[in-house]
């Protein structure tokens, strides 16, 4: 059974910085595609930011370009997410996901972790 524990996730003021953290198991193969996404209140789940373990490559939506750093260690096991210059747009719940599609879903998802920006 996939397991995904987030965790640093709190409350700042505009323009602090978060890192929140995935823990992933349950699993022994590599997920090639895991992220990050959120969902504020009264809006649908979006996605925030995705990486994948072939190439590395990364995806992030515009409204968190520049700001937000998405990283992953230990075979996929780890995630992270470095959140900077934060706004109270970015306040939700955000979730650790693995087997993701980009930043259109996932397949597997964490509790979440509460971010909450005050302004």
């Known amino acids: 059974q996939v397991r995904l524990v987030e965790s640093g996730g709190g409350s700042v003021q505009t323009g602090g910085s978060l890192r929140l953290s995935c823990a992933g198991s349950?699993?022994?193969?590599?997920?090639?595609?895991m992220g990050w996404f959120r969902q504020a209140p009264g809006k649908e789940r979006e996605g925030v930011a995705v990486?994948?373990?072939?190439?590395?490559?990364?995806d992030y939506a515009e409204t968190v370009k520049g700001r937000f750093t998405i990283s992953q260690v230990n075979a996929n096991n780890t995630l992270h997410l470095q959140m900077n210059d934060l706004k109270p747009e970015d306040t939700g719940v955000y979730y650790c996901?693995?087997?993701?599609?980009?930043?259109?879903?996932?397949?597997?998802w964490g509790q979440g972790t509460q971010v909450t920006v005050s302004s």
């Open positions: 996901a693995a087997d993701c599609v980009g930043l259109r879903g996932a397949q597997n």
């Open positions: 349950g699993y022994t193969y590599e997920f090639n595609c």
């Open positions: 990486i994948f373990a072939i190439g590395g490559a990364t």
